[in-house]
């Protein structure tokens, strides 16, 4: 593993455009995650088709610098216009814009990126240790425990999803047939295809991504009047007292430990790190009160949760093929393309691509870093950029990225369609990464299932193997139980 | 309150609604299919996890079509849909100038196509949030030269065949 990773810093550190790609997708992912209402995840569905005229290791550089940096850049409109870039960042505008307020925007910011900074190495160090020994725990795996898996993470996404865990079922559910629309793998008969051409390769993962999460908050933005902003004006000096700073670095720490697992917990996704960590800090703190009035700490926690959380969502990405949140979906669609399928041989056959994974994320968290520090003055203004330029710009990105997948109209036409079931499940208050989780791990559900079958031909195959057993209950249990909270508020009191 | 309760679940009850009626087309585009139908040996065949998901979130949207309407009819207030229909037009717009766009863009050409979209959401979109006739013009002309950005750098350096 060693030798294949300090190959891959080899192959970084001495390419010129892989360097070159890791900066632009640091600058570009900076400034859409600070852009109000593009998410990490969309920015990187929308910038998604510039890899594809790129080798699979430029293509990683490029996504993973876009990633890192979109989660940072999702704090600078937190900070300055209090609303935040991206979902991990709900929690950072709380003391962030009152800091801000207080003319300490300047501060604020560099409190979120030396402790985004730090999280996304504290995350790394996580991928680095853990990955490889999940991996090896997987190769054990048959078809029934995959199967199990997929049932697993598509349980912790309705556990873990914000609001109803019965509308996140339903919405998971409603992926998981979209899924199989088109040709059946094993046997190649057409499903749901209506005599459709278009539709018998199956509905892309990137035309659904780019749609459900881009095109709907389009819409959302066109039916809302533009939002009366209060934008911080003044920006005042970068560097924090140093008094100040140094006695916040086991907060930043604690964070990013909090970050750094949660992260990994399949579709646990940053907004319950964030909120987990920022809770903690305010439980330990002296001064509680100080919380939600513009105090650093407010900053420092959930930001180096929220960064943490991308090492940790890589985990069981590359191990597993299991999405770690709606992000790591689109990257898992991304891979696809470049036909790699990730899992638990990835460490046996891709060992190269691994070590280019490890060092590609590092050198797009120290040049977020060195980008942050550097233009956050410039990051400062883009939240500034015209809405109406931006709305239609941002739609016109989503038509080529969809378009630019096969080359084919129909696909833009998909896209379109996910974006009006992402505008509606959002009026209704369901949530919408499901749909993808659903569309990216229906294929794997089903090839383990029928595969299982086939080879066992026994349907207590699932209940009788040990590893499949446990993940099965761990699974019923983290639906039952919130279901079954769910059930018991809304009983009327007697 | 109670009338957004209402209408909330008024629109899970929809929502449900919708998904049962879904559900029952694609189950009657499944079973009407011989080859889909047919048995595949141990294989359980094309058909399995179709079904399981059908069965399941047939279920469910019944479920939440029943709860929702029986919530709905609880709470008290009058649910207004002519608010929430005139919030949708923009929405819908933009929707059917998408479909508009995927028709015309490989007859008229794809720059055209998008020169034409950005400028014109741009200026609408400017013109409903206010902006005066300068704000507009820079719009148009914001939105013209981004759709000349993207066109470039997707066709010329990407080389996408647009």
Known sequence: MLDAAFAAFLQIATDPFAIGLCLIGVVIGTALGALPGISSTMSLAVLLPFSFGMSLEHAMVFLLAVFTASVYGGSVSAILINIPGTPGAIVTQMDGYPMGRKGRAGEALTYALLASTLGGLLGWCLLVIFAPLVAQAALAFQSPEYAAITVFGLAMLAYASPGSTFLALIAGMIGLLLATIGLDTTTDVARFTFGTDGLQAGLGIIPAAVGIFGIAEVLKGLERGAKKLQ???????????????????????????????????????????????????KRLSKTPEKFGTGCPEGVVAPESANNAGVGGALIPMITLGIPGDSMTAVLIGALLIHGLRPGPTMFAQHIDFVGIVYVALAFAI????????????????????????????????????????????????????????????NRIGMPTAPVIFGLVLGPILEENVRRSMIIYNDWTVFLTRPISLTVLIIAIVALAYPLIQDAMRRRPSP | MKETLRSHSLSLAITGVMIVAGVMLLWR????????????????????????????????????????????????????????????AMPAAMVAALLIFVALAPRIGFLACALVFTAGWSALIAWRDGEGRRGIALAVGGGALVAYGIFTVFSTMIGVPL
């Open chain 1, 231 to 281: 934008p911080v004006t003044r920006i005042g000096r970068l560097l924090p007292p140093w008094r100040e700073a140094a006695p916040l670095w086991p907060l930043g720490l604690r964070g990013s430990v909090i970050g750094a697992f949660v992260g990994a917990i399949p579709a646990a996704g940053s907004a319950i790190a964030v909120t987990v960590a920022y809770a903690l800090e």
């Open chain 1, 366 to 425: 120290v040049a977020t870093l060195v980008v942050g520090m550097l233009g956050n003055r410039l990051f400062a203004r883009i939240v500034n950029a015209p809405r109406a330029v931006l709305l239609s710009g941002v739609t016109l990105l989503c038509i080529v990225g969809s378009f630019a997948v096969r080359n084919s109209f129909f696909d833009v036409i998909v896209m379109t369609g996910f974006g009006v079931l992402g505008y509606l499940m």
């Open chain 2, 29 to 88: 585009n499944l079973v009407s299919d011989p080859i889909v139908m047919q048995q595949w040996g141990r294989d359980p065949g094309p058909a399995f996890q179709p079904i399981v998901m059908l069965t399941l979130l047939g279920l469910s949207a019944l479920g939440l079509a029943v709860t929702s309407a029986i919530n709905a009819l609880r709470a008290r207030g009058v649910v207004d849909l002519g608010n929430g229909i005139a919030s949708v």
